[in-house]
């Protein structure tokens, strides 16, 4: 399975394409299971790219664990939680924000 | 330290509102990434995992409080509350937004101080000895060397396209605390046997894929002949360097693929055509740079000796202080002052805003307002009175940044790696605190002494981990990190690149064989005095191997 990524234009930020946007976290990204949907992906990723949404555009190997979308390599880990080192950096932050409240 | 003139302010200016314009254009669309990239590059803007990340110059590396105070100041408005600072002697945040990067550049050009040719094929930040025009040892000041250079290469139209990115770095002592045969070129100031100050002359060093040890090609330039001999060094790389494999482009592998006799021919006879003509250094101008640098009046401070004395004698961890982070000045009642961003278990080179905010206090209330970020990713403040250092001490404990391990195996260089590097394939950071945090005794590691551990996320070695007296690769093997050893790496007057031990290690071992080899170190050295890097040297890698390894071959 694979997912969709990007880092937004304007600050950066590591963004993931779910339900016909960009979101600021990987768990709801639109999963492409065949050759087809992956195809479908990337064209959208051309398009926001050409459009100035984004930069760096890719798609990533993807699983599902416990209904939320993980990226399956370190690397893309780390980029849809934040540094490792710094937990109350990054998109962890929030979801820590979250759970706390 | 240097001044802009009426030139630089205008030029600095000028560069802001330039790529303020190139943002606003890419920001609206009317300019493509493809087209930008290259453009935000020249101004140190890179995109990582993250977010983008703004490298910051420090023109060989220093600053005053003003400048320091405006990295806080840029740290907390624009970023997440720190910095970083770098084994070039910069400083990166790692999180600013592209549209804010026009307002943090004009901040720092309130303070003269810009991100140009931080990225980029060019000639970047030139580096120097962090203790530049405080040592005891120096011959003279390598600043105003690094100053020419600046000037000379600062958008320099014929060198701002080399084939790859191009490291200078200048030291004015015997003692290389600069690195310089890591360096593209390397200049050691020195004076010929009639007294007249000059260089020797290193080329093709560097670390990444391929490590190389600078070559010396002259043992003795005249001071005025520095940018007619760099110019021809340059012109000679510009045109054989090779521009079709980016990682056979910099210039340690054409001197290595042409040989240095050759290339020494080649340099020489493009500096015939050039050394008598206008890159000449006229004697008035190198006088006019050198007074920017003319070293603060520091009065007698006798009681120094006394006040140091009795303060020992009141706190250990000042003592303490005092014997790993305080090293001679050429006034002997002064001190150079090493302010270690390695606290145990912190990350390597990090700063907050507000410890910024309160060193660059103390730099202006104790130091003369100098401060130096040195390339192991520490602070310095080169001028302080001995009378004053327990003060400085008792301010730097208020803020966090008194651990005393200069030179220590916890002083450890990290690359910011997988943590936030798009290129690294590990992480560089947890691996240094865990070890730091093993370490963590003072006492444990002052029985060990000096020890250089650097550790990099990737072949690129940003970590210098090549030479390390003990040096940590991270790569990523079947989907885990990995970290290689080597051993016996040297960054001194006497660099050396070190050797692989054998297999690596995964993250949950790494911190056991590093121990191990300590330990190993500590059971063969002659005497407390001999260091990990002279016993190394004297007895070769088979020990440590045997440490290591024993086990696996008797199990095979």
């Known amino acids: 399975m694979k997912v969709l990524t990007a880092n937004r234009l304007s600050d950066g930020i590591a963004v993931w394409y779910a339900d016909g946007g960009w979101a600021e976290t990987v768990g709801h990204a639109d999963l492409a299971h065949d050759k087809a949907a992956e195809d479908r992906l990337e064209a959208l990723g051309a398009a926001a790219l050409a459009n100035n949404e984004v930069v760096d555009v890719n798609l990533i190997d993807a699983d599902v664990v416990d209904g939320l979308v993980e990226p399956v390599r370190l690397r893309e880990?780390?980029?849809?939680?934040?540094?490792?080192?710094?937990?109350?950096?990054?998109?962890?932050?929030?979801?820590?924000?979250i759970r706390a409240a | 330290m240097y001044r802009y003139d009426e030139?630089?302010?205008?030029?600095?200016?000028?560069?802001?509102?330039?790529?303020?314009?190139?943002?606003?254009?890419?920001?609206?669309?009317?300019?493509?990434?493809d087209q930008f990239r290259p453009l935000r590059l020249m101004n140190g803007v890179y995109l990582q995992l993250h977010a983008y990340m703004l490298r910051i110059a420090v023109p060989y590396g220093t600053l005053n409080g003003k400048q320091l105070r405006m990295l806080g100041h840029i740290a907390r408005k624009y970023d997440k509350g720190y910095g970083h600072f770098t084994t070039r002697q910069n400083i990166q945040f790692n999180w600013p937004a592209l549209s804010d990067i026009p307002a943090i550049l004009a901040d720092l050009a309130s303070v003269e101080m810009h991100a140009?040719?931080?990225?980029?094929?060019?000639?970047?930040?030139?580096?120097?000895?962090?203790?530049?025009?405080?040592?005891?040892?120096?011959?003279?000041?390598?600043?105003p060397y690094a100053e020419i250079l600046r000037q000379w290469s600062s958008v320099h139209p014929e060198f701002s396209f080399l084939p790859r990115k191009f490291k200078i770095a200048v030291t004015g002592a015997e003692r290389d605390r600069a690195a310089i045969q890591t360096h593209d070129i390397g200049l050691h100031v020195k004076k010929n046997a009639a007294g007249e100050l000059g260089f020797a002359v290193y080329v093709g060093g560097g670390q990444g894929r391929t490590p190389m040890v600078a070559k010396k090609i002259r043992d003795f330039l005249p001071e005025a002949d520095l940018l007619s001999y760099c110019t021809a060094i340059l012109r000679v790389y510009n045109l054989y360097g090779r521009r079709d494999n980016k990682y056979k482009a910099r210039i340690k592998i054409l001197v290595h693929e042409t040989g240095v006799e050759e290339i020494t021919r080649q340099i020489e006879a493009e500096w015939q055509e050039l050394k008598d003509a206008e890159l000449?250094?006229?004697?008035?101008?190198?006088?006019?740079?050198?007074?920017?640098?003319?070293?603060?009046?520091?009065?007698?401070?006798?009681?120094?000796?006394?006040?140091?004395k009795l303060?020992?004698?009141?706190?250990?961890?000042?003592?303490?202080?005092?014997?790993?982070?305080?090293?001679?000045?050429?006034?002997?009642?002064?001190?150079?002052?090493?302010?270690?961003?390695?606290?145990?278990?912190?990350?390597?080179?990090?700063?907050?805003?507000?410890?910024?905010?309160?060193?660059?206090?103390?730099?202006?209330?104790?130091?003369?307002?100098?401060?130096?970020?040195?390339?192991?990713?520490?602070l310095i403040l080169p001028h302080?009175?001995?009378?004053?250092?327990?003060?400085?001490?008792?301010?730097?404990?208020?803020?966090?940044?008194?651990?005393?391990?200069?030179?220590?195996?916890?002083?450890?260089?990290?690359?910011?790696?997988?943590?936030y590097c798009a290129l690294a394939t590990a992480r560089s950071i947890p691996i240094a605190q865990e070890i730091s945090q093993r370490?963590?005794?003072?006492?444990?590691?002052?029985?060990?002494?000096?020890?250089?551990?650097?550790?990099?996320g990737c072949i690129n070695a940003c970590g210098h981990h090549h030479v390390g007296h003990i040096g940590i690769l991270g790569?990523?093997?079947?989907?885990?990190?990995?970290?290689?050893?080597?051993?016996?790496?040297?960054?001194?007057?006497?660099?050396?690149?070190?050797?692989?031990?054998?297999?690596?290690?995964?993250?949950?071992?790494?911190?056991?064989a590093i121990e191990q080899i300590v330990d190993t170190y500590l059971g063969l050295r002659l005497n407390p005095n001999e260091r990990f890097i002279d016993a190394y040297r004297r007895v070769g890698p088979a020990p440590f191997k045997e440490a290591l390894y024993a086990g696996e071959t008797k199990a095979a």
């Open chain 1, 77 to 97: 880990k780390i980029r849809a939680a934040g540094p490792t080192i710094r937990t109350d950096l990054g998109k962890q932050a929030g979801l820590e924000a």
């Open chain 2, 7 to 33: 030139f630089d302010h205008d030029f600095v200016q000028a560069r802001v509102a330039e790529f303020t314009d190139q943002v606003q254009r890419r920001l609206s669309g009317e300019i493509t990434e």
């Open chain 2, 116 to 143: 140009i040719q931080t990225s980029g094929n060019c000639i970047r930040n030139v580096t120097a000895d962090h203790f530049a025009g405080a040592a005891a040892d120096e011959v003279a000041d390598p600043r």
């Open chain 2, 280 to 308: 000449k250094l006229p004697e008035a101008d190198i006088q006019a740079i050198n007074a920017y640098f003319a070293p603060p009046a520091v009065p007698d401070r006798p009681e120094g000796d006394q006040a140091v």
């Open chain 2, 311 to 378: 303060a020992r004698l009141d706190s250990k961890g000042f003592s303490e202080w005092l014997d790993q982070n305080v090293v001679t000045h050429r006034h002997p009642d002064y001190a150079a002052v090493t302010i270690s961003l390695k606290g145990i278990g912190e990350v390597p080179g990090d700063a907050s805003d507000s410890q910024m905010e309160a060193v660059a206090d103390i730099a202006e209330k104790y130091a003369f307002d100098e401060l130096r970020v040195s390339h192991e990713q520490n």
């Open chain 2, 384 to 419: 302080v009175a001995r009378a004053d250092l327990k003060a400085v001490y008792d301010a730097l404990v208020d803020i966090g940044l008194a651990t005393a391990n200069s030179n220590l195996i916890s002083d450890i260089i990290a690359c910011p790696g997988l943590d």
């Open chain 2, 439 to 456: 370490f963590a005794s003072l006492e444990r590691q002052r029985e060990i002494g000096e020890l250089k551990l650097k550790i990099s």
């Open chain 2, 475 to 512: 790569v990523e093997k079947k989907g885990s990190e990995l970290y290689q050893v080597t051993l016996g790496g040297s960054a001194d007057e006497n660099t050396s690149v070190g050797e692989i031990i054998g297999r690596g290690f995964s993250s949950e071992e790494i911190t056991d």
